[in-house]
Nanobody
């Protein structure tokens, strides 16, 4: 299983970006797909996940409606649209697959460790 993240970059506050993650060697059905981020100096945290079986999306409590996660199984690609970017969104964004995903699990300490496959991360910098 290989994951290739792209779509990061530098943007001014209020702008939008849509990081993408192309996945190979993996079937989206029946598995959790997730985005995480790591703000400099902080631990990696969950942003969102998709339950591949029920095709439901769950978000971390901090998201506030500015993040939209989608997946395209035909293209084997995950997306994370981020709108109204703030300087505090500056982070490396990571995709991961084959873990747990539910409204409960995304807020738990075991959530990150449940994902065995990770992309290399894509840097999003928000600055004026």
């Amino acid at each position: 299983v290989q994951l290739q993240a792209s779509g990061g970059g530098s943007v001014q506050p209020g702008g939008s970006l849509t990081p993408a993650c192309e996945v190979s060697g993996f079937t989206f059905d029946n598995y959790g797909l997730a985005w995480f981020r790591q703000i400099p100096g902080k631990e990696r945290e969950a942003v969102s996940c998709i339950d591949g079986f029920y095709n439901k999306v769950y978000y971390a409590d901090f998201v506030e409606g500015r993040f939209t996660m989608t997946s395209d199984s035909a293209k084997s690609t995950l997306y994370l649209q981020i709108d109204a970017l703030k300087p505090e969104d500056t982070a490396t964004y990571y995709c991961a697959v084959d873990g747990t995903c539910s409204g409960h699990s995304i807020g738990q300490s075991y959530f990150r460790g449940s994902y065995p496959y990770w992309g290399q991360g894509t840097l999003v910098t928000v600055s004026s």
